[in-house]
């Protein structure tokens, strides 16, 4: 898991001139409803949000304490923050390849046994001070729908008609992550089964 984000790093620094956009995602439980390149809003990092703050889990939150074990005075709460998604980021080759390297780099350093997508959070307290990042939100733009969020009643302004997944405006999401938590997960099967 930690290792992905060298491996990108790695790849993309053969690849990272050769097209505008690279979109990387987790896979065995991602569905795409839609383009999502059509969604990109034009930063050199997109990344996204789950649709809950890091106080709305718990599971978030032991993570971010084992990523910060071992920072001492750059300690921060995040209890506020949102929980940013480790699996699904979107953007410029070169700005990228750097971005998998920092990710990589600060979750080897750490003593405590945490994930990606801790570092990344934690780290996002600095990052998003810089013109190149931007995040999504699924409870307010459609580039990404967690299930996690739906499936706790976080995101709570979302449909499925038609085999897909909406906002209230009946705009469909690009992306379901976690579709398999959602209760249509049998319906989605049967939908890419036909």
């Keep these: 898991l930690r290792d992905r984000h060298l491996a990108y790093s790695d ?35 997109m990344l996204t949000c789950e649709g809950m703050e890091h106080k709305d889990s718990l599971w978030n939150l032991n993570d971010q304490t084992q990523v910060q074990i071992d920072v001492r005075e750059f300690k921060t ?23 998998f390297f920092i990710i990589w780099s600060n979750t080897l350093k750490s003593i405590g046994p945490c ?33 996690e969020a739906v499936k706790e009643g976080l995101v709570k302004k979302v449909v499925f008609e038609d085999g897909l997944y909406k906002n209230l405006e009946k705009e469909v999401y690009s992306i379901v992550h976690q579709w398999d938590r959602l209760p249509e997960a049998e319906q989605i099967i049967e939908r890419y089964k036909s």
């Excluded at 996002?124 to 990404?144: A, I, K, M, Q, V």
């Design 77 to 99: 709460s995040i209890q506020d923050r949102p929980v940013l998604n480790g699996g699904i980021v979107m953007g410029q080759g070169s700005a990228l390849k750097f971005h």
């Design 11 to 45: 790849w993309l620094n053969y690849v990272a001139d050769k097209y505008e956009l690279f979109l990387f995602t987790d896979s065995k439980d991602v569905i795409f409803q839609k383009d999502p390149f059509e969604d990109w809003n034009g930063k050199p990092i």
């Design 115 to 147: 994930t990606d997508q801790a570092t990344l959070n934690f780290l996002y307290n600095w990052l998003e001070r810089g013109p190149e990042y931007s995040h999504t939100d699924p409870r307010t733009d459609t580039f990404c729908l967690t299930g």
